[in-house]
Every structure is written in structure tokens, then in C-alpha cells.
């Protein structure tokens, strides 16, 4: 091995005794021979009487036979290029274990080598970098090419002992780097090599850290920490450890350093488990708004960190923060569209990540406070007027969130921003009373013509391309949007039958969401309490609609592999669906309203999987948990997450199942008649349609065959009056095979 990796294969058959000699000082060992070639290669034809000197003069009881070899090696090279070399090998130390440093980042880093190699600023420094690069691969010190290199660990062990000697060690080289690797992030000519300073910042962060320095007092970590790149800010913070941060925020709050609590806060906000964001999110509003008292007065800084905190508040699906619905919650909102409205135009940026974030954190608090408005997170009092004075807000939002699609750089927030672009049309469809006052009110405004923008959104998405991206690199809050499923209830809506398919494709997306979400949490990566979004709220509103469908086997397979479902089956999987309750639990005292309840969702489950049973429900285990005719309408009037969203009403599942199974059809007669007696702006539309449709069902068993035609006349103009075509097309198949001998 020796005499090979000197280029003196033929020497192989009759080595001379300085090889055979030497072979002995390297102790035989893999790393240290190819190493002592390439010394055969510097000492050329000198080799046979300078080599064995130069290793036994290096050996030491103090070091290893690697170390011995590679500090002989360096003795070798040329005294021209020794400081450079030497330099560089130092250098190299910085990088973590195994890792592959492209040629180009040594080139970003050649001044920082030649100033450690005492040439100062020396010009043309990248191609010195390069020679005395050549010369460490030449010499066997580094593996790889001009592209890329590695280092053995044994080898990284003398280069970090080196590191060491060096003015200011191994932090103050770290130091260095870091600087360097950070400034080079920012420039956008070397965007090529943003992926690897992303995977190594957090390396570098963990060793630049300054004994007994805080890091309020260090400026160095603080710029990395406040950078207003997402990935960076969560790779310095892991490098840092967020309970180092934590700790750090809780002395800046002790010392009133109320910026730096503010900046780290955001920092661990952003790095945090989506369970923990808004504690921390809390934490550094709180010290942004103790430093408008102390410092009088808001700068461009602190509404930069405002900017990024407003969204992690209000979206991070947590009880540990701030009260959805409380007067905190909308003081915060009506903060975020002010500072929205404040927000630079986004209409001539090219696609990036920093634009897109510019963009998405307009479009996200106009559309805050247009849900906010509709109902959707606490309770406000429904009428057409709340609507009508809504609606300008919604159609903002959607105008936003297009222009986020424009600037989206990859497909993760290009879909997230489509979703958000149309997702009022299908998760608010109290919305939809509007149509009935005619054309002013259009929702195909937001979801294009024929919904062509669901449509195209399902057509792209694609969860093994984006979702580990979304939840992994904190696009917009880890939330993979796409899952909430507003696209699908749209276009059924208000296309009908014609694109059912369309539809079963963006169900068949999800429930293959579904599955690979299992595995990640069966794998212990992720708890369901990380996909709040996704399925606290996706779920009923996904099942809903292929129910509505009549796409039977689809919500038996729902049921397989859902949140709600695993919930019904599995008491650790109900105690989490539990704990998620309080997060939209806001509860208007004066009238009663609240947010949702654990024992609602999984009536609307178990109604749902009971009406798909196969071979049908067991009436006497339907009678065990079926609730009464009081408690389901108490669901539908108080309980804004099935009065403000779309969804199957428990109600109008439970109804059928008394008379389908029980044939109590006098409890479904009042379910639905009661329903109806409700103002039908407090209730959503849909459910009204299908309350129509259920009181028909039940004057048809119970014999009237007249009012049942009436109630599903009823339920056909208010069909058409709301443009629900697939309700239209429903009604109209139903008063057609109404007979005379009761229902069908």
C-alpha cells in the first residue's frame, strides 16, 4: 500500500529497506501508509534516505502512529507553501465529522486561510487555496477531489490539536468561519452553497459559543440568531441547543434586555416543537411589548420580529399561549393586519424564500382577520350583514395569497399559498348565504372559473415532495396546509358530479397522506398533537365531504387511518385528541357558545362509522352512546366548529342513524325540523340543505308523501339559490324517485 500510493507500484516485488523500514514506523496501519506515499511523493528521489529519519523523529509516546505520520507528512511539504498548507489543514478542523466540504466553500474561506498563513489580504487568494489544497489531497490528508473533500477522523483529531494553537483556538477559529460562512448565505451570488452552510451552521454555532458569554452579549450569535431566514435560525438554535436558548431568554427577562429576550424568543419559536411555539412566540411579544414602554416606541426591528410572531400566536396549535377568541388574541390580530398593511409591495419580486415570507405574512393577516370575522376560531354573533361587511376582507385575502403564489420558490409553498388562496370557500361556508343575494357576490371570484384553482392545487400536490419539507424546515408553521381539505368540498360544491373524479383524486391524496403519517408517528418521529391542523380540523372536514359524496369505501378507509378514527379505537389516541380541545376552546359566557368538544367529535365519528358499517350498525350498540334529540341540537347551536365550518352536522349523521337503524323516524322528524327552526345564518348552509333532505326522508317513511315532495322542494331552491350544484343534483335525483308509497 505504501509503494502504491507513492506511485512506485514496481517496486512491489523488491522493495527497498527504506520502504520495508517505514511500512514498520506507520505500525501497518490503513490511514498511515497512504499517508507516508504521499511523503514518498514530496521527498521524490530523496524518499529512501529522508523518509525513515523524518518519522522516527516524530514519533512520541504522546502520540498516536496516525498522528506521528500526519505531522511528518506537513514536515514534507514545500517551505514556499508550508504556512498556506499548514493554514489550510488547521482550518479544515472546523468541520464536523464526516463532513464532505465542497472545494467552492474553501474558496469563500481562502482570505481567513491566508491570513492565518500570515500572507495578510493576500490577492488571487482562491487560487492559492487551491494549490495548497491539491497538495493536502496529494499528500493522502484529505480524501475527495477539487470538488469535494473529507477528512479521516484520526487526521481531524491533529488538525483540531492544531486548530487549537492557533490565536484565539478552536472557538476563536469557529468564530472565523462562522462569519464568513454567514456572510457568504447573504450573498446572493454564492446561492449554491446556501444547502451547505444550512446543514453545517448548526455545527459551527455549537462551537462558536464563548465561555461564560451570554448570548444577549454576543453579537456574533445574536446575527445568526435573528437572521430572518427560517432554516438558519432552526439549524444555529439546534447547534446551540434550545434549552441553552431558553435559559438565555429567561436571564434576559431577569436583566430587562428586553430586545435580545425578544430576538432569542423568536429564535425559539422558530425551532420549537409546534406544541411549544406559542409559549415562546408569547414570550418574546411580551418582551417586545415591555420594550415599547422602556424604550418609548416601536423601531424597524421590533416590527420585524412582530411581523414573524404574529403568525406563530395565532397559528400554532397550542393551549400554552395565548386564548383563541380572547381580547389578547384579536388585539394581536388587528396588530398583525396593521403591520401587514405596513409591509413592502410585493408585486414586482422575484420567487425566494425571503419574498415569500413578505407576501405569505400579508395574505396571512388580512385572512386572519377574515376568519376571525366569519366565526371560525371563537364565536360572533351570524347574520347577513356580518357577512356582507366580511366579505371585502376575504377577497383581500385571496388577492394576497396570489401574489404569495408568485413568489413561492418550490413547490411546499407554492401549494401551502394556493391552499390559503381558496381555503375560506371550502372551511367557511356560511360564506356561500351571500350567493343568495345574487351576482355581486361571486365565490368563484376566489376559486376561479369552474374552481380551477382547486382543481390545479390538487393536481399538484404531492406529499412525499413536500410535506418532510413543510414540517422539517418550518414553512409556514410546519402546517401542510393542502390537509386541512378546503380544495375537494369547493369543487363539489359548486361543480357537482362532473368532477367527481377530480374530487376522489384530492381524497385518495390525503388518505395517502394519511397512511404515510402513521408510519411517521409509529416510527416515534412525530405525535398526532403535531398535525393539529392537519387532523383536528382536516379530518372531520375531509370525511364530511366524501360522505356527502357517497364515497363509502373511501370514509371506511378514513376511519382506518385517521386521527379521529384511531381515537374512537384507542384511549392513548382520544387522551390527544383531548388535550387538543382547549386550543379552540374559546367559550363566549354570555350565550354559551364554545369552540368544540372531545365527546362532539367523536359523536360525528361514531355516527360516521356506524351509517358505512358494513352489513349495517348493531341497533343495540347504536342505542349504548346514540345521543338524545336535546344534546345534538345543543352541538349544532353552541358549538361554532360545526356552526362556522363546513362538515357533516352531528345532528343530521345521528338523525339519519334513528331512523335508518332505529326507526325512530319521529326523532329524526324533530332533529331536522328543529334544526331548520334555527336562524339559518347561524347555521351553515350545507346542513341546512341536508336538513331539508333528512325531513323529507322522514315524512316519506312516515307516509307523507306530499311533504316530503315539499321539504325537498324546499331544499332544491335553496340549493340553487346558493349554487351548490352537487346539492341541486342530489335533490333533483331524490324528488325523482319520489313514489307514492313513501320514501324510496
Same mark, same amino acid.
Given at each position: 500500500m505504501l509503494l502504491t500510493?507513492?506511485?512506485l ?7 527497498p ?6 511500512v514498520?514506523?506507520?505500525g501497518?496501519?490503513a490511514?498511515?501508509?497512504?499517508i ?8 521524490e528521489?530523496?524518499w529512501?534516505?529522508e523518509?525513515?529519519p ?10 498516536s502512529t496516525?498522528?506521528?505520520?500526519v505531522n ?5 511539504v514545500?517551505k514556499?507553501e508550508?504556512?498556506?498548507v499548514d493554514?489550510?489543514f488547521a482550518?479544515?478542523g472546523?468541520?464536523a465529522e ?14 481567513l486561510?491566508?491570513k ?5 489580504k ?10 495548497w489544497l491539491?497538495?493536502?489531497?496529494r499528500?493522502?490528508l484529505?480524501s ?6 473529507s477528512?479521516?477522523d ?14 484565539g ?10 462569519t ?5 448565505y ?13 446543514r453545517s ?5 455549537a462551537?462558536a459559543?464563548l ?15 435573528g ?8 439549524s ?7 434549552a441553552r436558548?431558553?435559559e438565555?431568554?429567561?436571564?434576559c ?6 430586545l435580545?429576550a425578544?430576538v432569542?424568543g ?5 425551532a ?6 406559542a ?5 418574546a ?8 414602554k422602556v424604550?418609548?416606541g416601536?423601531?424597524e426591528q421590533?416590527?420585524?420580529i412582530?411581523k414573524?410572531l404574529?403568525?406563530?400566536i395565532?397559528?400554532s396549535?397550542s393551549?400554552?399561549g395565548v386564548?383563541i ?7 394581536i390580530?388587528a396588530?398583525?393586519?396593521k403591520?401587514?398593511?405596513?409591509g ?6 422575484a ?5 415569500f415570507d413578505?407576501a405569505y ?7 386572519t382577520?377574515?376568519i376571525t370575522?366569519?366565526? =371560525?376560531f ?5 347574520s ?7 366579505w371585502?376582507k ?7 395569497h ?6 413561492a420558490?418550490?413547490?411546499?409553498r407554492t ?12 372551511q367557511c361556508p356560511?360564506l ?7 351576482e355581486e357576490?361571486d365565490?368563484f371570484?376566489?376559486? &376561479?372559473?369552474?374552481a380551477?384553482?382547486?382543481r390545479l392545487t =390538487?393536481e ?5 415532495a413536500?410535506?418532510e419539507?413543510i414540517k422539517?424546515?418550518?414553512v ?7 390537509l ?10 359548486f ?13 385518495q ?11 411517521i408517528?409509529?416510527a ?13 380540523w382536516g379530518?372531520f =372536514?375531509?370525511a364530511s365531504?366524501?360522505?356527502?359524496? &357517497?364515497?363509502?369505501a373511501l370514509?371506511r378507509?378514513w376511519l ?7 381515537a ?8 390527544e385528541v ?7 376552546n374559546?367559550k363566549?359566557?354570555a350565550s ?6 372531545a365527546s ?8 360516521l362509522?356506524a ?8 341497533s343495540?350498540a ?5 345521543p ?10 353552541l ?6 365550518q363546513?362538515?357533516a352536522s352531528?345532528?343530521t349523521?345521528?338523525?339519519t342513524?334513528?331512523?335508518?337503524v332505529?326507526g325512530?323516524?319521529?326523532k329524526?322528524?324533530s ?15 350545507p ?5 331539508w ?6 315524512r316519506?317513511n312516515k307516509?307523507?308523501t306530499a ?6 322542494e324546499?331544499a ?8 351548490y350544484v ?5 335533490v ?9 308509497h313513501g320514501?324510496p
Amino acid at each position: 500500500m505504501l509503494l502504491t500510493s507513492a506511485g512506485l507500484s514496481e517496486l512491489i516485488t523488491s522493495p527497498p529497506p527504506a520502504a520495508l523500514e517505514a511500512v514498520e514506523c506507520c505500525g501497518r496501519l490503513a490511514l498511515a501508509l497512504p499517508i507516508a506515499g504521499g511523503m514518498i511523493r514530496e521527498l521524490e528521489d530523496v524518499w529512501q534516505a529522508e523518509l525513515v529519519p523524518m518519522l522516527k523523529e516524530e514519533l512520541s509516546d504522546e502520540l498516536s502512529t496516525e498522528a506521528t505520520i500526519v505531522n511528518a507528512s506537513l514536515r514534507c511539504v514545500d517551505k514556499k507553501e508550508k504556512a498556506g498548507v499548514d493554514a489550510l489543514f488547521a482550518i479544515m478542523g472546523v468541520f464536523a465529522e464526516d463532513e464532505v466540504v465542497p472545494a467552492a466553500v474553501l474558496d469563500v474561506l481562502a482570505p481567513l486561510v491566508c491570513k492565518h498563513a500570515g500572507l495578510g489580504k493576500a490577492s488571487r487568494a482562491h487560487l492559492k487555496a487551491r494549490k495548497w489544497l491539491q497538495t493536502l489531497l496529494r499528500s493522502s490528508l484529505l480524501s475527495g477531489s477539487v470538488v469535494g473533500v473529507s477528512v479521516h477522523d484520526l487526521v481531524r483529531e491533529v488538525m483540531m490539536s492544531r486548530a487549537e494553537l492557533l490565536d484565539g483556538g478552536m472557538v476563536g477559529l469557529q468564530r472565523e468561519v462562522l462569519t464568513v460562512l454567514l456572510g457568504a448565505y447573504d450573498d446572493a451570488a454564492l446561492k449554491a452553497l446556501q444547502s451547505f452552510i444550512l446543514r453545517s451552521i448548526r455545527h459551527h454555532a455549537a462551537h462558536a459559543l464563548l465561555p461564560d458569554q451570554p448570548l444577549a452579549k454576543d453579537a456574533l450569535l445574536m446575527a445568526l440568531l435573528g437572521h430572518t431566514e427560517k432554516e438558519l435560525v432552526v439549524s444555529a438554535v439546534v447547534g446551540i441547543g434550545l434549552a441553552r436558548v431558553d435559559e438565555e431568554i429567561t436571564a434576559c427577562e431577569t436583566g430587562v434586555m428586553w430586545l435580545a429576550a425578544a430576538v432569542l424568543g423568536l429564535a425559539s419559536a422558530t425551532a420549537a416543537p409546534l406544541s411549544d411555539v406559542a409559549p415562546m412566540a408569547s414570550r418574546a411579544w411580551d418582551a417586545i411589548r415591555q420594550l415599547d414602554k422602556v424604550e418609548g416606541g416601536e423601531t424597524e426591528q421590533t416590527r420585524a420580529i412582530e411581523k414573524r410572531l404574529v403568525p406563530k400566536i395565532l397559528y400554532s396549535g397550542s393551549d400554552k399561549g395565548v386564548k383563541i377568541g380572547s381580547p389578547e388574541y384579536l388585539a394581536i390580530v388587528a396588530r398583525g393586519v396593521k403591520l401587514g398593511a405596513d409591509g413592502a409591495t410585493v408585486d414586482a419580486m422575484a420567487p425566494s424564500v425571503a419574498n415569500f415570507d413578505v407576501a405569505y405574512g400579508k395574505a396571512n393577516a388580512v385572512h386572519t382577520e377574515a376568519i376571525t370575522g366569519l366565526g =371560525i376560531f371563537y364565536h360572533v354573533p351570524k347574520s347577513l350583514k356580518q357577512l356582507q361587511a366580511t366579505w371585502p376582507k376575504v377577497v383581500a385575502a385571496a388577492r394576497d395569497h396570489t401574489k404569495a403564489v408568485l413568489v413561492a420558490p418550490d413547490l411546499a409553498r407554492t401549494i401551502h399559498a394556493a391552499t390559503g388562496e381558496v381555503i375560506c370557500v371550502g372551511q367557511c361556508p356560511n360564506l356561500h348565504w351571500l350567493h343568495t343575494l345574487g351576482e355581486e357576490y361571486d365565490m368563484f371570484e376566489i376559486i &376561479g372559473p369552474a374552481a380551477s384553482k382547486n382543481r390545479l392545487t =390538487i393536481e399538484k400536490y404531492d406529499f412525499d415532495a413536500i410535506h418532510e419539507k413543510i414540517k422539517t424546515e418550518g414553512v409556514s408553521l410546519a402546517i401542510d396546509i393542502y390537509l386541512m381539505a378546503p380544495n375537494e368540498v369547493s369543487l363539489l360544491l359548486f361543480c357537482g358530479g362532473e368532477v367527481l373524479e377530480t374530487c376522489k383524486k384530492g381524497w385518495q391524496n390525503q388518505l395517502y397522506a394519511l397512511t404515510k403519517i402513521n408510519e411517521i408517528i409509529a416510527a416515534g418521529k412525530r405525535k398526532w398533537s403535531d398535525y393539529y391542523f392537519e387532523c383536528y380540523w382536516g379530518d372531520f =372536514i375531509r370525511a364530511s365531504a366524501m360522505y356527502e359524496a &357517497g364515497e363509502i369505501a373511501l370514509v371506511r378507509e378514513w376511519l382506518e387511518v385517521s386521527m379521529l378514527g384511531h381515537a374512537m379505537r384507542d384511549p392513548t389516541v382520544a387522551a390527544e385528541v383531548e388535550a387538543m380541545v382547549p386550543i379552540i376552546n374559546f367559550k363566549d359566557e354570555a350565550s354559551g357558545h364554545i369552540g368544540s368538544t372531545a365527546s362532539s367529535l367523536m359523536i360525528f365519528t361514531k355516527a360516521l362509522a356506524a351509517l358505512v358499517q358494513e352489513g349495517g350498525a348493531d341497533s343495540e350498540a347504536l342505542r349504548a352512546w346514540l345521543p338524545d334529540v336535546d344534546e345534538l341540537l345543543q352541538i349544532d347551536e353552541l358549538e361554532f366548529f360545526w356552526n362556522g365550518q363546513y362538515g357533516a352536522s352531528p345532528s343530521t349523521l345521528c338523525g339519519t342513524l334513528y331512523g335508518t337503524v332505529l326507526g325512530e323516524w319521529d326523532k329524526t322528524l324533530s332533529i331536522a325540523e328543529r334544526l331548520l327552526a334555527i336562524d339559518k345564518f347561524k347555521i351553515t348552509p350545507p346542513t341546512r340543505v341536508n336538513a331539508w333532505r333528512l325531513l323529507a326522508r322522514a315524512r316519506g317513511n312516515k307516509g307523507d308523501t306530499a311533504a316530503a315532495r315539499a321539504a325537498l322542494e324546499s331544499a332544491l331552491s335553496e340549493a340553487r339559490s346558493l349554487r351548490y350544484v352537487w346539492h341541486v343534483e342530489c335533490v333533483e335525483k331524490e324528488i325523482a324517485v319520489l313514489g307514492g308509497h313513501g320514501w324510496p
